[in-house]
């Protein structure tokens, strides 16, 4: 049986799924779709209703709390590709399965859906993005949408087809986030999306953000009207940079636009570090290291957790004081084409070395036991952070696994330029605005996310801006649920 993590599946709280119906039902006979009704919270709030439910469990629920519902017991994508029945309008709580276990038949069937319809997502995409794009297609012209939907709406890459799609098909979109959480229990921040007048179009997003969820028969009033070209141009295809006021948006963009302002991947390189495949056997401890008889020369300290670095600087100091606690900071380091000391033959002869060499990424590279895409960097950044990503000038000359990611300055380009900006509130509100929320209220900073930060000039900003913008990202911190203690 699967787990409620596995499926995907939370139910919503009544009041919660009692106000989207409230607000996509607009007359008695108006015909409701739920795609995912689990035990038919949404459903009980109207007469006229058809639910589809893969778990046989929850169908079993829903049709003693809703007898007079149409239920279907099956894969969605499946139904919906074969239903002739169209609907008024849909409300819901789509199942949040990520990439990796949204798999199989059933991403093949959605995606191929999706396609059909007119968008297409990458094999990257959440369960619930395609199950939205599969619903507005059994709607009626003029229909209507209401959901729970994650707030990965706000920035995730996956979720730019659907909002292009929702824009192309529905004469109104209004993305309402809500500052406390719908699901106290569950890490993932939630959000509400309203989509009116299916068949037509807009040229604008509506946004709205508010503390926290009360029951309204209406979307927030007064929205934000967002520019479909201003949110892709502007922001990068990104919905939270407009949880902050207008000024503070056209004062990030003005010192961005500024002439001596860089972004961090016009004058470096951001990358993971590399993938050993067997961190326990490859990562050797100075005494390890030293009973094996292994040479100085295939050895080499490394930066294995964002946790030990130090403030602003890895020296050969803090190496040291790693080799005398005797952590797992030496990375066997073996050139392809070199020849095995005995010593070495025996290490990778071992059992931790027959065990380490059936390890996926082993298995697949010639020779197993050469560690690829091994580099020196000029910087760390930790790319899982609290209060904001730290940089780190890497004056011990280590190198690094994924566990941070590794920054190459550009020929031509003096390094200190880099780290003299990165402690001003302006970079802190640009890791906010360019990287994203995790829950547990961490920052993550993708590579590509990381190479997006603005470091702006000694004159673009004033001194009167310094408190506007380190508000801003207090505000931003405060949507991601970190707590400075």
């Not at 939370?10 to 119906?21: G, H, I, K, S």
Request: proline share 7%.
């Amino acid at each position: 049986m699967e787990s409620n993590k596995q499926a995907g599946s939370y139910y919503t709280p009544q009041a919660v799924a009692n106000t989207l119906v409230q607000w996509a039902v607009r007359r008695s006979s108006d015909l409701l779709l739920d795609p995912a009704c689990g035990d038919g919270r949404f459903l009980v709030a109207h007469r006229a209703c058809t639910g589809v439910e893969r778990s046989a469990t929850a169908v079993s629920q829903a049709k003693c709390r809703v007898p007079w519902a149409k239920l279907h017991h099956g894969d969605f994508f499946e139904w919906a590709a074969s239903a002739a029945q169209r609907f008024d309008c849909a409300a819901g709580n789509p199942p949040f399965i990520r990439y990796q276990s949204f798999q199989g038949q059933t991403r093949t069937r959605a995606l191929s859906l999706c396609r059909s319809l007119g968008a297409s997502f990458s094999g990257l995409t959440s369960s619930w993005a395609p199950f939205l794009v599969a619903a507005a297609g059994r709607l009626k012209p003029g229909g209507r949408m209401a959901f729970v939907v994650p707030a990965e709406i706000g920035h995730a890459p996956y979720a730019v087809p659907l909002l292009d799609y929702l824009a192309e098909q529905f004469r109104n979109v209004h993305v309402v986030a809500v500052k406390k959480k719908l699901f106290p229990d569950l890490s993932e921040d939630c959000w509400l999306l309203f989509a009116d007048g299916f068949g037509s179009r807009t040229e604008h997003l509506l946004f709205s953000w508010v503390e926290r969820f009360d029951s309204s028969a209406v979307p927030p009033r007064d929205p934000l009207r967002i520019p479909i070209r201003e949110w892709r141009k502007k922001w990068n295809r990104r919905l939270r940079p407009y949880l902050l006021p207008s000024a503070t948006r056209t004062l990030y963009q003005h010192v961005a636009a500024n002439s001596a302002s860089r972004r961090l991947g016009e004058i470096a390189s951001v990358g993971i570090g590399y993938v050993s495949g067997a961190n326990d056997f490859f990562h050797l401890r100075p005494s390890e290291a030293e009973g094996w008889g292994i040479p100085e020369s295939l050895l080499h300290p490394t930066v294995r957790s964002s946790r030990g670095l130090p403030n602003g600087n890895l020296t050969s100091q803090t190496l040291d004081r790693w080799m005398r606690a005797d952590d797992p900071m030496m990375l066997l380091r073996i050139p392809k084409t070199a020849q095995l000391p005995v010593a070495v033959r025996d290490y990778l002869n071992s059992d931790m070395g027959q065990k380490a060499r059936e390890a996926y990424k082993c298995r697949t590279r010639r020779p197993w036991y050469s560690v690829p895409d091994v580099r020196i960097p000029d910087y760390f950044l930790t790319y899982m952070s609290g209060i904001s990503p730290s940089l780190v000038k890497n004056s011990a000359r280590a190198t690094c696994s994924n566990a941070v990611h590794a920054v190459q300055v550009n020929g031509g380009v003096s390094a200190e330029r880099i780290l003299a900006p990165w402690l001003t509130p302006f970079v802190r509100l640009s890791c906010e605005l360019e990287g994203h929320p995790l829950g547990g209220g961490m920052l993550k900073l993708e590579p590509r996310e990381a190479a997006r930060i603005v470091l702006p000039g000694p004159t673009a900003i004033s001194s009167e801006s310094e408190a506007e913008i380190a508000d801003a990202a207090s505000i931003m911190r405060g949507w991601r649920h970190y707590k400075v203690s």
